[in-house]
Protein backbone atom coordinates (compact mmCIF):
# COMPACT_ATOMS: atom_id res chain seq x y z
CA UNK A 1 0.00 0.00 0.00
CA UNK A 2 1.87 3.38 -0.77
CA UNK A 3 1.19 6.57 1.70
CA UNK A 4 2.36 10.13 1.46
CA UNK A 5 3.36 10.91 4.69
CA UNK A 6 3.37 15.32 4.87
CA UNK A 7 5.19 17.45 7.54
CA UNK A 8 5.77 21.22 7.72
CA UNK A 9 2.95 22.78 8.16
CA UNK A 10 2.38 25.52 11.32
CA UNK A 11 1.03 28.82 12.19
CA UNK A 12 3.46 32.14 10.81
CA UNK A 13 3.16 35.49 10.41
CA UNK A 14 2.17 37.10 7.09
CA UNK A 15 5.41 37.74 4.80
CA UNK A 16 6.77 34.78 6.68
CA UNK A 17 7.94 31.37 5.26
CA UNK A 18 7.31 27.56 5.64
CA UNK A 19 8.59 24.47 3.91
CA UNK A 20 6.28 21.74 3.31
CA UNK A 21 7.96 17.90 2.31
CA UNK A 22 5.57 14.74 1.23
CA UNK A 23 7.58 11.28 1.26
CA UNK A 24 6.41 8.28 -0.26
CA UNK A 25 5.71 5.66 2.18
CA UNK A 26 5.32 2.07 -0.08
CA UNK A 27 6.39 1.43 -3.55
CA UNK A 28 5.77 3.20 -6.48
CA UNK A 29 6.81 1.47 -9.59
CA UNK A 30 7.28 4.87 -10.70
CA UNK A 31 5.83 8.29 -9.86
CA UNK A 32 4.52 10.70 -12.93
CA UNK A 33 3.75 13.67 -11.56
CA UNK A 34 3.65 14.48 -8.09
CA UNK A 35 2.12 18.48 -6.31
CA UNK A 36 0.19 20.47 -3.72
CA UNK A 37 -3.38 21.27 -3.83
CA UNK A 38 -4.67 22.97 -0.99
CA UNK A 39 -8.50 23.85 0.29
CA UNK A 40 -9.63 27.11 2.24
CA UNK A 41 -12.67 26.62 4.73
CA UNK A 42 -15.53 27.17 2.53
CA UNK A 43 -14.06 26.63 -0.81
CA UNK A 44 -12.64 23.96 -3.13
CA UNK A 45 -9.60 22.21 -3.23
CA UNK A 46 -7.43 23.90 -6.12
CA UNK A 47 -4.15 23.16 -7.22
CA UNK A 48 -0.90 25.37 -6.16
CA UNK A 49 1.89 22.93 -8.41
CA UNK A 50 2.54 19.75 -9.47
CA UNK A 51 6.28 18.81 -10.98
CA UNK A 52 6.66 16.14 -13.35
CA UNK A 53 9.38 13.35 -12.96
CA UNK A 54 11.43 15.16 -15.51
CA UNK A 55 11.44 18.50 -13.29
CA UNK A 56 8.24 20.28 -15.64
CA UNK A 57 6.91 22.39 -13.07
CA UNK A 58 3.13 24.08 -13.03
CA UNK A 59 2.21 26.36 -10.74
CA UNK A 60 -1.14 28.68 -9.98
CA UNK A 61 -1.21 32.09 -10.44
CA UNK A 62 -2.05 32.91 -7.16
CA UNK A 63 1.53 31.86 -5.76
CA UNK A 64 3.72 32.53 -8.51
CA UNK A 65 6.98 34.08 -7.12
CA UNK A 66 6.28 32.92 -3.90
CA UNK A 67 6.08 29.34 -3.70
CA UNK A 68 8.82 27.19 -5.34
CA UNK A 69 7.86 23.03 -5.80
CA UNK A 70 11.16 20.94 -6.24
CA UNK A 71 11.17 17.07 -6.19
CA UNK A 72 13.80 14.85 -4.84
CA UNK A 73 13.41 11.45 -7.22
CA UNK A 74 15.55 8.94 -5.52
CA UNK A 75 13.85 9.76 -2.06
CA UNK A 76 10.23 10.05 -3.81
CA UNK A 77 9.75 13.02 -2.18
CA UNK A 78 8.37 16.58 -3.45
CA UNK A 79 8.95 19.94 -1.29
CA UNK A 80 6.95 22.85 -1.48
CA UNK A 81 8.75 26.20 0.07
CA UNK A 82 6.36 29.01 0.53
CA UNK A 83 7.63 32.34 0.97
CA UNK A 84 5.99 36.03 1.64
CA UNK A 85 3.39 34.11 2.69
CA UNK A 86 -0.15 35.77 2.88
CA UNK A 87 -3.40 35.10 5.24
CA UNK A 88 -4.88 34.07 2.13
CA UNK A 89 -2.70 31.21 1.52
CA UNK A 90 -4.52 29.63 4.90
CA UNK A 91 -5.42 26.34 3.99
CA UNK A 92 -5.25 22.81 4.44
CA UNK A 93 -2.11 21.66 1.74
CA UNK A 94 -2.96 18.52 0.56
CA UNK A 95 -0.32 16.25 -1.34
CA UNK A 96 -0.80 14.38 -4.37
CA UNK A 97 1.64 11.61 -6.44
CA UNK A 98 0.58 10.06 -9.41
CA UNK A 99 2.14 6.82 -10.69
CA UNK A 100 1.84 2.99 -11.57
CA UNK A 101 2.17 -0.37 -9.23
CA UNK A 102 2.70 -3.59 -9.71
CA UNK A 103 -0.24 -5.68 -9.06
CA UNK A 104 0.42 -9.41 -9.30
CA UNK A 105 1.76 -9.77 -12.75
CA UNK A 106 0.45 -6.05 -14.12
CA UNK A 107 0.51 -2.69 -13.78
CA UNK A 108 -1.96 -0.29 -12.60
CA UNK A 109 -2.24 3.59 -12.47
CA UNK A 110 -2.52 4.47 -9.16
CA UNK A 111 -3.46 8.44 -7.27
CA UNK A 112 -2.55 9.04 -4.06
CA UNK A 113 -3.78 11.79 -1.47
CA UNK A 114 -2.04 12.92 1.96
CA UNK A 115 -3.72 13.26 4.83
CA UNK A 116 -3.73 16.93 4.50
CA UNK A 117 -1.37 19.51 6.99
CA UNK A 118 -2.68 22.64 8.54
CA UNK A 119 -0.93 26.48 7.41
CA UNK A 120 -2.15 29.04 9.05
CA UNK A 121 -0.77 32.69 8.49
CA UNK A 122 -1.70 35.54 11.02
CA UNK A 123 -1.75 39.13 10.00
Known amino acids: QVQLVESGGGLVQVGGSLRLSCATS????????MGWFRQAPGKQRELVAT???????NTADSVKGRFTISRDNAKNTVYLQMNSLKPEDTAVYYC?????????????????WGQGTLVTVSS
Open 51 to 57: ITSGGNT
Open 96 to 112: NAQGSVVVGIGIKDLEV
Open 26 to 33: GTFRSIYA
